[in-house]
């Protein structure tokens, strides 16, 4: 009996010890995997696009991601957790573990004065929304288009929404391709008589008489300063191609009536030129208005017409480089695995520089071309950001052009200036040193 119980004490001590063993291995093993980097370098990444949809996922769980701005393009340092695992491998992101160690060297580079990186820690999933008419598909528009396919969550809003306030609910607005000046996209000269124009411009006055404005015009441009004053309160708006320079039109051009009769069934205002107020726009001044109503454009401050002869194969614009420590917020918005990124048209495809303001900045562009591609600016507590261009992946999009399948372009570095944007608003706000 004296035997029997020295062989079960011994057993009990060596079956604790390996208990202890597994515990002490299992918290060695997670300390040497506490965090997930996903890489966004041109080599390290799969799916570019789609890692800004786990990042945005990964804000949704309340957890922090620190964003480590111009390292391996961009990469995003997150916690490793099995879900957050899970979830890269079912989204096909490439992710890499790392241990403690390893992410404190990091770290330390990166805070390094001799480089110019930086990280910034991304708190809380922004609340998203696309203006855009509720009858459009997703594919209508590059952004809609994003981010279904990133997986990033949005809401649609549209001018009842936004006359009734409803902007206070989201920190990132979207503005679609949209007209603000009340012109109907300038489509008469091209598309008078298609069915399409006809059933549009009948749904747009229907909708402005039904919120109370006699014109099309009127009533966008009561939007436009809702707007306007959205931004001024804190909110950030992106916008492309012709929601760009309309928009600042329509602020422009308030109290003027600008729109020829075949738009708003009365006569232009004589001289309406002279009386526009580039007090109120927030990117442009100093442009001028395209009078005839058959052209496809709105004013000088687009160059697509500008433009020397470009080949769509040499047809590039270049990302500015700024200081991640003391700008971090341009740095953030230029994230991308390279600095030049080819080029792509649209009704407004870029900005003639002698149209915006000095105090507008210019992230992009053409230099051959003499033209602004993507600008950003600050009007009272928030930000706007301008992108000419339709498509980044479809060079010159038609009305009819099938949508582009983001499936074939998952490393976009156009597209992906677009989900930075969608980003920014879940960084953690610090004061600019410049």
Wanted: with cysteine; charged share 25%; proline share 5%.
């Amino acid at each position: 009996m004296a035997f029997s119980s020295r062989r079960t004490f011994h057993a009990f001590s060596l079956s604790r010890c390996l208990v202890l063993f597994l515990l002490l291995f299992a918290m060695h093993g997670s300390a040497l995997a506490s965090y997930i980097l996903i890489p966004m370098d041109a080599d390290g990444q799969e799916n570019h696009l789609k890692a800004y949809g786990i990042t945005f996922w990964v804000l949704e769980q309340n957890n922090k991601v620190k964003w480590l701005l111009n390292y391996r393009g961009g990469s995003f340092l997150m916690p490793d957790t099995e879900s957050i695992r899970r979830e890269c491998q079912i989204r096909g992101v490439t992710f890499e573990v790392l241990t403690d160690g390893v992410a404190e060297e990091i770290l330390e580079e990166v805070a390094s004065p001799s480089k110019n990186q930086d990280a910034v820690v991304l708190e809380k999933a922004p609340k998203i929304a696309v203006y855009s008419p509720k009858g459009n598909q997703p594919w209508d528009d590059a952004v809609t288009m994003v981010l279904t396919y990133a997986e990033i969550p949005y809401d649609v809003v549209y001018d009842e929404e936004v006359l009734n306030d409803g902007l206070l609910l989201y920190d990132w607005l979207h503005l679609h391709h949209e007209d603000f000046t009340g012109q109907f996209g300038k489509f008469y000269g091209a598309y008078r008589t298609a069915p399409w124009y006809i059933e549009d411009k009948k749904q747009a006055e229907a909708l402005a008489n039904s919120l109370g404005y006699e014109k099309v015009s009127d009533e966008k441009l009561a939007v436009a300063l809702k707007i306007r004053n959205y931004v001024i309160g804190g909110g950030f708006m992106f916008a492309m191609c012709s929601a760009t320079d309309s928009f600042d039109i329509a602020l422009s051009a308030e109290g003027v009536d600008i729109c020829e009769p075949m738009f708003d069934g009365d006569p232009s205002d004589p001289g309406y030129q002279s009386k526009l107020n580039f007090d109120n726009t927030l990117a442009f001044t100093n442009f001028i208005l395209e009078r005839n109503p058959n052209a496809y454009e709105f004013s000088s401050i687009d160059m697509t017409a500008k433009r020397p002869t470009v080949q769509r194969e040499t047809d590039y614009f270049t990302l500015m480089e700024f200081s991640a420590k003391w700008d971090p917020v341009p740095t953030m918005l230029c994230q991308n695995h390279t600095a030049i990124i080819k080029g792509f048209m649209g009704q407004t495809t870029s900005y003639d520089p002698a149209t915006i303001k000095p105090t507008v900045l210019v992230m992009a562009e053409n230099k051959v071309n003499g033209e602004a591609r993507y600008i950003h600016g600050i009007k009272g507590k928030g930000f706007f950001t301008f992108y000419g261009g339709h498509d980044p992946e479809d060079y010159q999009h038609r009305v009819g052009d099938p949508k582009t399948e983001l499936e074939l372009h998952p490393t976009s570095p156009g597209y992906r200036l677009i989900l930075n944007n969608v980003l920014f608003p879940a960084a953690r706000k610090k004061k600019q040193k410049t």
